[in-house]
């Protein structure tokens, strides 16, 4: 049972990793898979032949998507999207709960149809994620800030990636410091209103007050000031 009541109107932390710890991405379809799942699976719209944008996705850095459907997901979302980072065993997003009980039906969506492929593909059977994912609460507005950060300053932890996060394809990161590539399948404007440039925003990532440590158990940064 979730902890946490999720309620209409308020931001969360929402992540999962793979059972037993294992990695959930094992080659790059697999995490371009994930990502498309994530951006695209906001509303009940669906998608059919995803192995079309993602073979799209591997030769040009996009989706290939009819902009009628993304109209569609958009006015009929479950929530919003405000920032994310995957990594090899284990995923981070902040949502904003449009519609009551929409986190949950997100999640089972993108958590069921990516379990499926990635069981199909790989010939396995059973749970690929760690029981269901895990929600936290985003009390206020400093906790909102660090936490961006922190998800943010995750990919520093993959080989040859530290201090080379903003250019992270797997992470909004750089749709802060650079032009978001979503448009409004990433709604990072309560974040990015409160700076005067990607650039500021990036200084503040850098120095932000959250801890190096997290609670390993549910992968949530501990706050010095919260």
Known sequence: MRKIKITQGEYYHVFNRGNNKQDIFLDDRDWIRFLFLVLYFQSPVSVYNLSRPVSYFVRHSVFNIDNQIVEKIIANQYLELACFAFMPNHFHLIVYEKKEKGISQYMQRVLNAYTKYFNAKYKKTGHLFQGPFKAVHIENNEQLLNLSAYI????????????REPLYVFSSYQDYFKENRWGNLLKNQIIMEQFSSGEDYKKFTDTSGTKKETDDENMTPLFLDL
């Not at 943010?152 to 201090?163: A, D, G, T």
């Open 152 to 163: 943010h300053r995750n990919p520093r932890e993959i080989k040859n990636w530290k201090n």
